[in-house]
């Protein structure tokens, strides 16, 4: 259906590490959005890809949507103690309605 | 960047009362809004899209006649929690769309005893 499958539900690494997370849908997806959300806060908007096989980088942030506009991933290079938080991606359906993955919850050790 | 608030923060109820919970856009004017609910551990499922001078609409499963959505002008949305129970507990979260972005309010956590 509408769903979007994100894993892995949880990632542990030691800072320095790199991190990705995928989201994959059955259906082809009009855009995918990218959110952070720190504990205890709101999700955060980072990125919104449109394009097949589409690549946007933000620093240490690699976004790809795949060529069949499916899936996506998101991957932080030489990750840090501030990327802790969950990353959650998301389809836009009609009317702006967001529908949001499983997400990833990053703990990153010193 | 947009701002979007939400108040309060946080609110304990008893079980039986009605709570209402506010969204603002403080920048910028927002036609639609929309809320979702966020369970611990859990990801953000969308509760309704709330529409200014009109009737909200409501996801598939969400009860209309306990969480009534008013949107009153084009920077306000409230959700109220009819007849909360325990299992109403739940972080409540707004957002309002600014061009493509998605802005979300800090949230709100309730908790019903």
């Known amino acids: 259906g509408q769903q979007v499958m994100q894993i892995p539900q949880y990632q542990h690494v030691q800072e320095g590490e790199d991190f990705t997370t995928y989201c994959n849908s059955s259906?082809?997806?009009?855009?995918i959005q990218w959110y952070k959300q720190r504990p205890g806060g709101h999700p955060v908007f980072l990125i919104q890809l449109v394009k097949s096989g589409e690549v946007k980088k933000q620093k240490r942030l690699t976004f790809q949507f795949g060529e069949a506009k499916k899936n996506s991933s998101l991957h932080i290079t030489a990750t840090q103690t501030t990327d802790v938080g969950t990353y959650f991606c998301a389809r836009e359906t009609s009317g702006s309605r967001l529908t949001f993955g499983e997400g990833t919850q990053l703990t990153v050790n010193p | 960047g947009a701002v979007v608030s939400q108040h309060p923060s946080r609110v304990i109820c008893k079980s039986g009362t009605s709570v209402k919970i506010e969204c603002r856009s403080l920048d910028f004017q927002a036609t639609t809004m929309f809320w979702y609910r966020q369970f611990p551990k859990q990801s953000l499922m969308l509760m309704a899209t709330?529409?200014?001078?009109?009737?909200?609409?409501?996801e598939q499963g969400v009860e209309k006649d306990k969480f009534l959505i008013n949107h009153a002008s084009l920077t306000l949305s409230t959700l109220t929690v009819t007849s909360a129970h325990p299992e109403d507990s739940s972080f409540y979260i707004c957002s309002a769309k600014r061009e493509y972005e998605q802005y979300f309010g800090p949230g709100t956590r309730l908790t019903v005893t």
């Open positions: 709330s529409n200014e001078g009109s009737k909200a609409t409501y």
């Open positions: 259906t082809t997806l009009s855009n």
